[in-house]
Structure formats: C-alpha cells, structure tokens
C-alpha cells in the first residue's frame, strides 16, 4: 500500500505555483500520505489560485472550494452526510494561514467544537502571499509586509507576535494537533496518516517558506525551513489529547542566520543592524525552547 | 436532482500547462554519482522528478520549473543547474 502511494501522483505537475514553492510541496505530500480515499476542502488562498484556475486543476482527487472563511464548515457537512450514508472516504481541509488565523477562525472553532471526523490543515506561509503579501495573524514579530512596512514609524516591521492557532485548537479538545515542516517531509507524512486514522477533529500546522514572500531563492526553500526549526523560531511537535510530546530537540543556532537570508528581515540589518529588534526575536526564540525543551544538552559529568 | 451551481474540472487537468517554459535553469542529473536517495523526487514541489526503468532518477522537462530544491538536497551532489539555451 505505501509503495503504491508513492508511485502515484495525486497533485499533478502544471500547477501554477513558483518554482520553488513551499505550500505546492505540502499539498503533493498531504495527497502522499492520505492517498485517493480522500475528499479536499481548500479555502481561498494561494494553494486554491495556484492550483485550480478554471478550468484546470491539479488535483486528481474530489476537491472543492467555497469561500475564504467557510473551509470548516463545508468538511462539516461534507462529514456529516458521509457518516449518514456510511462511505469511509477521509475529509481533508487545506487552508493557507490567513484562512485559519484570521478568517476562518468562527467555522474552525463551530468545526471542532461539534466534534467532526475531519484533519484541518493549515500550511502557514506567515502572511497572505496570493493578494500580495499582506500581514496575517500568523506573521511573525519584525516580519516586514505591504501592510505592516518598514520605515520611520515602524523601523522593526510587523509590530505584533504570532497568534498561537495549534494551542487554541488543543484548548477545543482536539485529540490530534500537530506542527511539521516540509525540512522534514516524512513527518509531515507520517503525521498526516496518524492525524486522518485519529477519530474526531485534528489539526496539523505546517511550516512553508514562500520564496517570493519572504525573499529568498527559490532553491533555498528546505534550507530555510530547516533553519527555522534549528534557530527555535518553528518548533516541531504534537499535542495529542492536550500533552505536548515528541518537541524535536536541536542545536540552536542564532536567530540571525535564519533571519539575514529573507528579504522581510532585510530592514534588520541594512543600513543599521537594530541589534535591539534582533535581541526580541532571539528572545521569542529562547522562549519557545524553554516552552518546548528543545535543547539538545550535552550530558554533565556525574556529580 | 442537477444543480447547475459552480464549476467543475477533470482531475488533473492541470497537466495541459506545461510549466516547463519559465524555466532558466535546467537540472542536470549524473547517474555516476547518484545513489538513488530518491530526495529529489521527495522535495520537488512539481512532483515532477520521476524513477525511470533503470531506477535512476530523471526530471520531466516538460513540468520542470528550475527551481533548484534538486540541486540542494542532493546528498551527492550529482544534480547541477546549468543555463537553458533556448
């Protein structure tokens, strides 16, 4: 069964996404790991631009699209007229983190609240990359965009932190919520397997570095997802029935290295390094470490 | 019942559009070096690097976008990017 997972593709080539695109990546693992036994509920974003322009489409599975906010609420119905008519196909939102942060928030909460059999997942590009690069909930702190720019007024960018959507959804009783990364494309599969076959509504947050977002080559996009996770910025981990477990441990390395390689932290170091907004940063960075004891810790000498 | 509301198209239809003309760079894969990790197939967000009969890995020129994740994840560095002459 997984070997015949592999051979088949289920998010074809032609899609419209940039070279390099990360939210693409995802969408081909996600379809990787449910297989065809499977029906797709996007919400606008740039996954849904990208990949269905009327009248293509790349997706070779059932897919459908309503609205910005209401991705949850159509799996809901889809879920429940399933369930009557007892079929076993497994519903899977993909929604971009505009969609999840910000819009869709009151058909999330309805979703989980009720208790559905679906796997929402959110690919977090952190900002709205399809309309141009607008701030979301799920920017991160000193994140420069079109709508929280740099400049006299603001010289560090995006003046807020990043909304914590995988703890607001524990906090609902999801028995399944999860954070991946595509650095690390065999977790994400293997935590979107665990997270269909889990009873009730599951969460799965992943990490896709947008290169024209945030600037970057379009070869770097695993480089910089990597970096990411090894500065602490994204932390890998599962919340299963409300217990943090499996935080992926690493070597932390500076926030800097993460931060000089995109263009949205660009105004950091050029012209003037502000070694105060990169300390916040750092800051944001030791605290998700303690949070999640992610340090690798070199074993002391018996006392 | 037929609802005539929305829009529907055939799966896959997407693959009528052959990204392969924004390309610049193109991959070049080295099947000397190659020890057949299969990464590049793993990561290419196009989907678009496949096993050919001999088990080694080539890319579709037609989809191929260029964008170079190949080339970075190759543990053997066996994939280089060289100019598209067109």
Known sequence: MAEEKQDVELFSAGHRACGGCGPALAARLLLKATGKNVIVVASTGCMEVFSTPYPETAWEVPWIH???ENAAAVASGIEASLKKQGRSE???CICGDGATFDIGVLCISGAFERGHDITYICYDNEAYMNTGIQRSGATPYGASTTTSPTGTCAPGGNPLPKKDMPAILAAHGAPYVATASIAYPNDFVKKVERAINTPGPCYIQVHTPCCTGW???????IAISKLAIN???WVNYEIVNGVVEKAKKVRRVPVEEYLEKQKRFRHLFRPARQDA?????QAIADANAEKFGIDIKLRKPAE | MALGVGCAAPPGKARDNKTGSWRVFRPVFDPETCNRCGMCALVCPEGCVHENEEGMFEPDLDYCKGCGLCEEVCPKKSIRMEKEEK
């Open chain 1, 90 to 92: 497994k519903i899977v």
């Open chain 1, 66 to 68: 309503s609205l910005f």
């Open chain 1, 231 to 233: 500065t602490g910025l």
């Open chain 1, 277 to 281: 907004e990169i300390a916040k940063i």
């Open chain 1, 215 to 221: 600037g970057f080559e379009s070869r770097d996009t």
